[in-house]
């Protein structure tokens, strides 16, 4: 089984739209036993808290749900558990260190680094507010990460 885990600052808006567009992907591709698809946060802020209610609204319009999704911080164990971590931006980067170290097993990337775009960040509807650039850039994410682990990009 595969196993990614998508990260971003507080684990309302970005990563786990992340977590549940990769969830429809791999459940439409019939591939959900291969998989399995979690987020977390690298700040505390928002532990516990549910998915912020835009982000559920996004999901919801492209009929996707994320109930029961609540904010958790991620984890040294997490580094170990997962083969894939992902996070949304440069920050996340920066901020994960202190759970990941120096990367030695090459785990971690930038979503958008699985993109015809090659990187930069995902933009974060928190501040712009718009949340139709934010799934735009999750989707194309998933979708050529999901083509990359099966040997398809």
Known sequence: ??????????????????EFIMKDI???????????????????EEIGNAVYPAARRKL???????????ARQMTKYDYSYYDYIVA????NLRNM???VGTDPDNKVTKLLEHTSRGGGSVADPWYTGNFDITWDDIYDGCMGLLKEIEGEA
């Open 1 to 18: 089984m595969t196993k990614i885990l998508f990260v971003c600052h507080g684990n309302i808006c970005r990563s786990p739209m992340a």
């Open 26 to 44: 791999v459940s439409k591709a019939n591939l959900s036993k291969k998989y399995e698809i979690a987020s977390a946060a690298t700040s505390t």
């Open 60 to 70: 919801a319009a492209k009929g996707i749900s994320c109930q029961g999704k609540t």
């Open 88 to 91: 949304m931006d440069d920050n």
């Open 97 to 99: 260190t202190r759970f």
